[in-house]
């Protein structure tokens, strides 16, 4: 079993900065592939951004070039920065046990476990 936990949300302007983090624990497996997955109202479920255990990252076009997805062992980070109106949404962190990050790690179905999300709000 993984237990992650999300901190880190808030309300920020558009232009602005958040850093979401993740902890990650009960897993002592050598290979976990970690993402951000964020889901506004109304709207489905869309990927942000994965990293696997070596550090190779993958991004959503929505997102390159302003958000930095980071981990420190099982520890994950999202480094947000120029954040627009549509980037709010809840974010979730979730986790693929025993795994790299394969060519499905922008399907939600990949992952087995998933944060309780934190909230992040942008005002225009």
């Known amino acids: 079993q993984v237990q992650l936990v999300e901190s880190g949300g808030g309300s920020v302007q558009s232009g602005g900065s958040l850093r979401l983090s993740c902890a990650a624990s009960?897993?002592?497996?050598?290979?976990?592939?970690m993402g951000w997955f964020r889901q506004a109202p109304g709207k489905e479920r869309e990927v942000v951004a994965a990293?696997?255990?070596?550090?190779s990252t993958s991004y959503a076009d929505s997102v390159k070039g302003r958000f930095t997805i980071s981990r420190v062992k099982n520890t994950l980070y999202l480094q947000m920065n120029s954040l627009k109106f549509e980037d709010t949404a809840m974010y979730y962190c979730?986790?693929?046990?025993?795994?790299?990050?394969?060519?499905?790690?922008?399907?939600?179905?990949?992952?087995?476990?998933w944060g309780q999300g934190t909230q992040v709000t942008v005002s225009s």
């Open positions: 979730t986790a693929r046990a025993y795994d790299s990050c394969s060519g499905s790690w922008h399907s939600a179905w990949y992952y087995g476990y």
């Open positions: 990293i696997d255990s070596g550090g």
């Open positions: 009960g897993y002592t497996g050598s290979r976990l592939c």
